[in-house]
């Protein structure tokens, strides 16, 4: 359970057995390939770039990804709530997908064309239901369109009024002239629609009254034939005849889906090339030979060298261990139980190649901690059923599987932790009808603490808890610096507090037994602090600075002190969870009292409080329990900013390799 330990490799191959060697390592995936800089350039040729070609595959992914788009957008086959969240791979057999072929080009050709008709008769359908729109509010107006404009004499235009602006507009027009002549006709709500026509002579002393009166005239966005009625009617049949063309163009789109997992497979046969052709381009080559180099895990190079010789005899691999200024990937491998629960360190960062892998002891403490913040035997029971079936039946990447599986343990967790406290469903149990007296009996006798009647002992477990992880994290940065030949660091800065914050803590301990022993436990707690005081200042050049920087390091007790009291959030949430399934059961009661459907309404409240405080709690518990793993313990040792280990192989997106 560690972080596996990997190999600089350096594989040499003749010109003649290159491709062969490139294929066999893609196919194993087991070493990742990098840049070599370290050779002498003068024996180096590297490889022709393929711009070109690289060109040529990036093209050809973009179309096939525009190609899925497409059929993503018009498929008629409706996607179930499921595969939205967790898309199901396509398993195909290695030689399926390299011997895959798909001529993608004409299809992308035919989607192209559909998507642009699409796009254009949406255009033109925008376009024609606007213009309904302003028609829609002038179809009462009896007067032909093409009337509205001007002539040699006069203009005409169209105007809304409300009510109250209609008379007095007509009062000023007449104050100003009489060559005018105004209809009205009703228009949208109360507003009218009044076609005004007056002489061009008098049009500036209309352009103030309407300035004045805040109107504005109604300008047609097009020519139009006929009455308003007449034109709205013509732009309705185009507008159907442009849905009809719609509807068929989305019928037809909608064929396409057929293609769906050919263009899936030449899409990851694309993109599995490509990174071919991106690895080829870094090789190094001489005259004779091309020279591959990358890393490889070490329990890999036996497995590997059986491969290359079962190919051939024109290579020669050489692996070494990693320098110290080299940026090594990592790669993390633990038991089946511990692999669950590597998504909470990948979550923060994967540890560096010269750290410990923090996993193991994620596991233990994320399992304990989320048991006590959700703490319900039925709780636990349902998130566990749940997520060992979505584990079990569910095709995705095998980093969600684990996702599913960790909430199960956590469930698993809860139903102990809910055992031992007799939490099930809060206090339900404690109600059940005489008939399943054995099941209330059953649970008061597993009951070893009640955090509702006496919450002081569970608040102390928890506390307790706190500072076994930080007492861990302390040693964990002891045996960090320690296996990196850090040995005054090791002992007097983490082995320094492990034994100062241990001893305070057995001195409380035995305070609080028996006050007789206490003259045992406090000499090692001075003892502990003049040596964190006498090592903590070691930095300082001046003999008085360096006592007093010992002195004042003191003070990272309350660092300390601070971290453990953060664990007291188990106790909280465990609490917060009972108690609102207590909440459930006491309004169903109250409710389900009533008569008639009085049980119907107690059974929908109690499901409503049941399902989120599930819901609410569980997510609590998840979050709470990583917070204490990153904030409180991950900073008494881990450093992280690992690069995770990629092996040159199979690039895939949409399918999976059997």
């Known amino acids: 359970m560690a972080i596996s330990e990997m190999r600089r490799m350096h594989l040499i191959v003749h010109q003649s057995f ?86 993608h080009a004409s299809l992308y050709k035919a989607c192209r064309s559909i998507e642009e008709q699409i796009q254009s008769l949406r255009s033109r359908l925008n376009r024609l239901l606007t213009l309904q729109e302003f028609l829609s509010r002038i179809d009462r107006v009896t007067v032909p369109l ?35 002549e105004m209809e009205v006709f009703p228009g949208e709500g109360k507003n009218s629609i009044a076609f005004l026509v007056i002489h061009k002579e008098i049009s500036e002393a209309l352009e103030k009254i309407m300035q004045g009166m805040s109107l504005s005239l109604l300008v047609l966005p097009q020519a139009f034939e006929g009455t308003p009625a007449e034109a709205k009617k013509q732009i309705e049949q185009r507008i159907e005849a442009l849905f009809v063309r719609q509807k068929e ?3 037809k789109a909608a064929l396409y889906s057929k293609f769906e997992r050919d263009l899936k497979i030449a899409h990851d046969y694309y993109l599995t090339e490509l990174e071919r052709r991106e690895k080829e381009s870094t090789l190094l080559q001489t005259s004779e030979t091309a020279i591959l180099s990358g890393w490889v ?12 010789k079962s190919k051939g005899q024109e290579w020669a691999l050489f692996c070494r261990e990693p320098h110290s200024d080299e940026d090594v990937p990592v790669f993390i491998e633990n038991n089946r139980w511990v692999q669950n629960f590597e998504v909470l360190t990948r979550l923060y960062g994967l540890p560096n190649y010269r750290e410990i892998d923090p996993t193991p002891l994620v596991a233990g403490f994320f399992f304990l901690f989320f048991g006590i913040c959700l703490g319900d035997v039925i709780y636990g029971l349902i998130l566990a059923l749940l997520g060992f079936l979505g584990a079990s039946t569910l095709k995705v990447p095998e980093s969600t599987k684990q996702f599913f599986r960790m909430l199960a343990w956590g469930g698993v967790a809860s139903l102990v932790v809910g055992v031992l406290t007799g939490s099930w469903l809060g206090d339900l149990f404690d109600y059940l009808p005489s008939t399943l007296a054995a099941l209330k009996v059953l649970k008061q006798r597993l009951t070893l603490i009640d955090p ?18 930080v007492l861990v994290g302390v040693m964990v940065g002891f045996v960090k610096e320690w296996r990196r030949k850090n040995y005054a660091k090791a002992v007097m800065d983490e082995l320094g507090w492990f ?41 300082q050049k001046n003999p008085i600075m360096k006592v007093l920087s010992g002195i004042l390091s003191l003070y990272g007790l309350v660092s300390y002190l601070g971290d453990v009291l953060s664990y007291s959030r188990l106790f909280a949430l465990g609490l917060s969870t009972t108690i609102i399934a207590i909440l459930a059961r006491t309004l169903s009661t109250l409710f389900g009292s009533s008569p008639y459907i009085g049980w119907l309404i107690g059974l929908v409240i109690a499901l409503i409080f049941h399902l989120f405080n599930l819901a609410m709690s569980g997510l609590g518990a998840f979050v709470h329990s990583a917070r204490l793993q990153y904030v409180e313990f991950f900073t ?18 949409y399918i999976k390799i059997i």
Not at 18 to 33: F, H, I, P, W, Y
Not at 297 to 308: G, S, V
Not at 509 to 537: D, E, K, M, R
């Open 499 to 539: 034994v100062f914050i241990s001893s305070i803590v057995v001195y409380l301990v035995v305070f609080s037994v028996s006050s007789s022993y206490v003259s045992l436990v406090l000499p090692v707690v001075i003892g502990a602090a003049f040596f964190l005081v006498a090592t903590q200042g070691r930095h």
């Open 249 to 251: 163009l989305l019928r």
């Open 146 to 180: 093409e009337d509205v404009g001007s002539t040699r004499y006069t203009q005409s235009f169209l105007i809304e009024l409300s009510p109250e602006k209609k008379e007095t507009l007509k009062k000023e027009l007449s104050e100003v002239s009489n060559l005018w």
């Open 452 to 469: 509702i009647n006496n919450p002081l002992p569970m608040l102390v477990f928890s506390l307790l808890l706190g500072i076994v992880q």
């Open 636 to 653: 008494k040792f881990y450093e992280n900013g690992g690069k995770e280990f990629k092996p040159f192989g199979y690039r895939t997106k």
């Open 297 to 308: 895990r070490k329990c890999d190079i036996p497995l590997l060298e059986k491969a290359l």
């Open 18 to 103: 290159r491709d062969a060697c490139l294929d066999l390592l893609q196919e194993l995936g087991v070493a990742s390939l990098e840049e070599e800089t370290s050779l002498p350039e003068d024996l180096i040729t590297r490889r022709s770039s393929g711009d070109g070609s690289l060109k040529e595959l990036e093209n050809s992914l973009m179309e096939i990804n525009f190609c899925l788009d497409f059929i993503n957008k018009y498929s008629s086959k409706p996607a179930s709530g499921l595969s939205n969240f967790f898309p199901q791979p396509l398993e195909i057999k290695a030689e399926e997908f390299k011997e895959s072929r798909f001529d």
